[in-house]
């Protein structure tokens, strides 16, 4: 395959990834006026990502299985053409029901890009070169949620609900690239009969397998580790930093930097080093990261500077680890890649869900309860880690 195709494909194959976290995160500066404009309580709003990630993380079990069943083209063109729709009515809520409904979905639609784009990476490419995509993909996937809420706290000089006008022409533009520049890689004669019987029985298969479930949470709970930063946010800046609703860069700008680096060394690493070498030098780096966090919090005064450096160092590691992670577990069931890729969204969306709903209101009252998740976040991860083959083969 050319370099130039390489490229554009890679381009959109992350655009498409991006659509999902840029549901999460944009309008997380739109909380106070949300609040105001819809009489809504912080919880209420808080509620608005439970609303979108719970469905969001269960459909996710279904998108792969589609797209396996009638194309992969197919499958995003109703996805996002739902998600277009429901971001619409999200723009004309005036009430916190109606919001709560469309964001439900989002959360139904918004998932189809990324599963798709994750299963196509592999569907397209081989060896240290899909390495490089899913770096490339899994780059801005990580740097949507960091770079969203800049462009929401933006559009909110507009208005609110220019924010969710924004998703809807995202998604659309997202849409067109990929019919216009995509191929279908899942020919009919591949294709398997998509019923509940079937879906269930390849995600037994999935599921029971114990070196697919090690390698997806592990790199589910690296992502989570920063996410709970993204999540809590609106408390995080405001409330603990002090910063306004229009300097959510303040922390976004240097985690999009991390998260570049991370990638930029995961493309340059691949097929140059071996897997088990790059992730002990990524575990090694995100864990020497969140000590460093954690002294920070527990001996410096509150600081926008010292408090959000060590967010933007691991997300370093976190990056250099993921594109081996996710390619390590796609390979696991190359005959239902859509699935397999659905399955290990669907990990990713859960650790996510349970941190909104359940993880961050409890940390989110000082800066120490955050990095504390963080640091809990990636000992899990490095000891399921440990016992995968990934780790240990050389």
């Avoid at 985690?255 to 992730?279: D, E, F, I, N, P």
């Avoid at 969204?345 to 990095?371: H, K, N, R």
């Amino acid at each position: 395959m050319q370099a130039s195709s390489a490229f554009t494909l890679s381009l959109v194959l992350a655009g498409l990834a991006a659509l999902a976290p840029f549901a999460i995160d944009t309008y997380l500066p739109a909380f106070p006026g949300l609040e105001l404009a819809l009489v809504a309580s912080p919880l209420e709003l808080q509620q608005s990502l439970t609303f979108y990630l719970l469905p969001y993380a269960l459909m996710t079990l279904w998108h792969g299985a589609i797209s396996d069943s009638i194309g992969r083209i197919t499958t995003i063109k109703w996805g996002l053409g739902v998600f277009v729709l429901a971001s619409i009515g999200c723009a004309f809520a005036n009430n916190i029901e109606t919001l709560w409904f469309f964001r439900v979905l989002q959360g139904l639609s918004g998932g189809a890009g990324n599963v798709v784009a994750r299963a196509m990476v592999r569907d397209l490419f081989e060896g240290p070169q899909a390495q490089r995509v899913m770096a490339t993909v899994q780059m801005l996937f990580g740097i949507a949620p960091a770079v969203a809420p800049i462009i929401g706290g933006l559009l909110l000089g507009i208005h609110w609900q220019a924010i969710f006008v924004f998703l809807a022409l995202y998604a659309a533009i997202s849409l067109w690239a990929a019919v216009r520049y995509l191929p279908e890689t899942m020919p009919k004669a591949k294709r398997l009969p998509l019923s509940a019987k079937n879906v269930l029985s390849s995600y037994r298969l999935i599921f029971s397998d114990k070196e697919f479930n090690l390698v997806v949470l592990a790199s589910a709970a690296n992502f989570a580790a920063f996410f709970i930063y993204v999540l809590a946010s609106p408390v995080f800046l405001v409330k603990q930093l002090g910063l306004s609703d229009q300097q959510f860069g303040y922390m976004f700008i240097p985690t999009v930097c991390g998260m570049v680096l991370g990638s930029y060394l995961a493309k340059r690493a691949a097929g140059v080093y071996t897997s088990q070498q790059v992730l002990k030098v990524a575990y090694a780096w995100m864990g020497a990261t969140v000590l460093l966090n954690l002294v920070v919090c527990l001996n410096l005064a509150v600081s926008p500077f010292y408090n959000i450096l060590p967010v933007a160092l691991f997300n370093v590691g976190m990056a250099f680890a993921m594109p081996i992670l996710s390619l390590a577990a796609l390979d696991r069931h190359a005959k239902i890649r859509g699935t397999a890729a659905s399955g290990q969204a669907f990990v990713q969306m859960l650790l996510s869900t349970v941190s909104a709903g359940l993880i961050v209101p409890l940390v989110w009252a000082e800066p120490l309860g955050l990095a504390m998740a963080m640091a809990a976040y990636l000992l899990f991860s490095c000891l399921v880690l440990r016992l995968s083959k990934v780790w240990r083969n050389k």
